[in-house]
């Protein structure tokens, strides 16, 4: 059984961005490349297709990810204050203070 080649996305930037260029053919950059012109096809579509997202603002996961951290740090807060009061009343009970 043959194994399948599993391509970086570096890889297949590389390839996608020289075949964009338009200086070889997509048979030319595959040969160049030992890849099937018809994965090169493909991974040039995938990348126009995409290529949108780039400019794509993520405010929505940066949002969420402070409001994550926000809501971790208020909770601990409050844990070090629950353990703060317990520390001091036991002192007081067991005659240390």
């Not at 070889?24 to 030992?34: P, R, S």
């Not at 995938?46 to 949002?63: G, Q, Y």
């Amino acid at each position: 059984m043959e194994k399948r080649n599993r391509y970086t996305s570096d890889f297949k930037t590389k390839v996608v961005l020289e075949v964009l260029r338009e200086e070889q053919t997509v048979n030319e950059i595959a040969a160049k490349y030992e890849v099937s012109p018809v994965m090169v096809s493909r991974w040039k579509a995938e990348f126009l297709e995409r290529a949108s997202l780039v400019f794509e603002k993520k405010t929505n996961d940066v949002d969420k990810v402070k409001k994550e951290y926000e809501s971790k740090q208020e909770h601990l807060e409050k844990l070090v204050g629950q353990l703060t009061v317990e520390v001091d009343w036991l002192k007081k009970k067991s005659g240390l203070k």
